[in-house]
């Protein structure tokens, strides 16, 4: 490797010049190579393993690998749900000279993965628009710190579960322009139309090639994106003008906007009609609301539909505390609940299984599991009892959602070949080249 290779990085990982810089990234070698599923992409990118855990790495041009880091590293500051970036790796040149890509590093985000892989045979409808929900979602919250991303698609997210929903992140920011003065309607109305295009054609790619439920129609679930986005952003913006006496309904908002993950910043409120209604304005502030509070009561990090679900069981064991509730706070009791509840729980799934799924979504699961159990047997299941089935009967049985070599130690692993990811991977290309 010559001694001229940039590297720009916030954090040096010496580990960095260990990888074949001098060598195009299509040639290099399993020794190197971690083959895992991935979604299209207009440039090259493979994934590697790196100090035991595996990056992302794409080539492209110095210019937009050095744009694309600094756009995901202001996004990260701005705790917008995006990939890691890692560092820009510039100025390579071959064994014999030539110049070569430079490369965009990316930590692999745990867990995760394309739209491609989230389906064994063919893509379901309610999975389709769970994964056009998120996507939703993530485009609202990029909308909201003035990020105007102009190639919003289902290839450019990647997706983790979310206690029966997912969890969209930003995967390629190159095209995205961010915003001081925020965005105007127009320019968010054309990143929805962007959405819609693209969400089409990727399903109809596709049921082109018989991936997709013949249930489903692509247009239809394609354009469900714009409802859901302006359903949301109204949500989050609008005024609402009631009655003086019903003032409850202030609060009713509140928890409305804290359901949908949202925290409140300022409520402006204004009297009018002589004092008989007041309007009301929200300004939102930090998604994340429900991930936050049970960050803060236990230290789990979570999604936030899980934080939600978690929070729920947590509320519930700490109701039935009335001995103890008087005596000690809600916090002593979170943390009682967490090593007497949930770490039980996660610390029962075999080490081999524990890359299935985040604990998290692995307590969530168990939870929905004792509703069926009790339902069907007409009694109360234990929760040890419901989890010892779970495994037994439905995680034994799930494919592995985790970057195999980016586990903690204490959910150390074997590497396996997950085949029924593996061969949802698709090298056919961009389907927007060929239209």
């Known amino acids: 490797m010559r001694s001229d290779l940039r590297i720009t990085s916030a954090v040096m990982d010496a580990t960095l010049l260990d990888l074949p810089w001098d060598e195009p990234l299509e040639q290099w070698t399993d020794a190197d190579v971690v083959q895992l599923p991935k979604g299209i992409s207009r440039h090259l990118v493979r994934f590697a393993r790196l100090g035991g855990r595996v990056v992302a790495i794409k080539e492209t041009t110095p210019e937009m690998a050095t744009r694309e880091y600094g756009m995901l590293r202001t996004l990260q500051r701005l705790d917008v749900p995006c990939v890691e970036p890692l560092a820009v790796i510039a100025d390579r040149v071959d064994a014999d000279g030539n110049p070569l890509a430079a490369a965009l590093v990316t930590r692999h ?39 105007y991303w102009g190639d919003v698609s289902l290839s450019n997210t990647l997706f983790r579960r979310d206690a029966g929903a997912f969890a969209a992140y930003l995967v390629d920011a190159e095209t995205g322009t961010l ?20 969400i089409a054609g990727e399903l109809l790619d596709l049921a082109a090639g018989d991936r997709l439920d013949e249930s489903i129609d692509p247009v239809q679930v394609a354009g469900s994106i714009v409802d859901q986005y302006r359903s949301l952003w109204h949500e989050l913006h609008s005024d609402e003008v009631l009655p003086a006496d019903e ?49 803060s009561l236990t230290g789990i990090d979570a999604q936030e539909n899980q934080a939600r679900r978690l929070l729920n069981d947590l509320d519930e ?13 809600d916090e002593a009791l979170a943390h009682e609940w967490l090593e007497q509840v949930f770490q039980p729980i996660v610390q029962s799934v075999p080490i081999e299984l524990r890359g299935k799924l985040e604990p998290a979504e692995i307590f969530h699961e168990v939870l929905e599991h004792r509703w069926f159990l009790s339902e069907r047997e007409q009694r109360e299941v234990p929760l040890a009892e419901a989890a010892e089935q779970y495994i037994a009967t439905q995680l034994a049985f799930r494919r592995d959602e985790a970057a195999l070599l980016d586990l903690p130690l204490t959910m150390t692993m074997p590497i396996v070949t997950v085949q029924g990811l593996l061969d949802e991977e698709d090298d056919e290309g961009d389907w927007r080249d060929r239209v």
């Open 109 to 147: 985000l745990r867990f995760s993965l394309p739209y491609r892989a989230l389906y064994s045979s063919a893509l379901k409808e309610p999975t389709a628009q769970r994964l056009v929900d998120a996507l939703a979602g993530l485009l609202v919250r990029l909308h909201l710190v003035g990020f």
């Open 179 to 198: 915003l001081r003065d925020g965005l105007s309607d127009g320019r968010r109305e054309d990143d929805l139309e962007i959405a819609r295009v693209n």
């Open 317 to 329: 064991y700490v109701a039935t505390q009335h001995d103890l509730r008087p005596y000690v706070g």
């Open 247 to 295: 003032r409850w309904r202030i609060s009713a908002r509140i928890e409305r906007l804290n359901a949908l993950g949202y925290d409140i910043g300022e409520l402006a409120i204004r009297t009018g009609d002589g004092g008989t209604t007041v309007r009301i304005q929200p300004k939102v502030v930090d998604p994340g609301h429900h991930h936050r509070r049970l960050q």
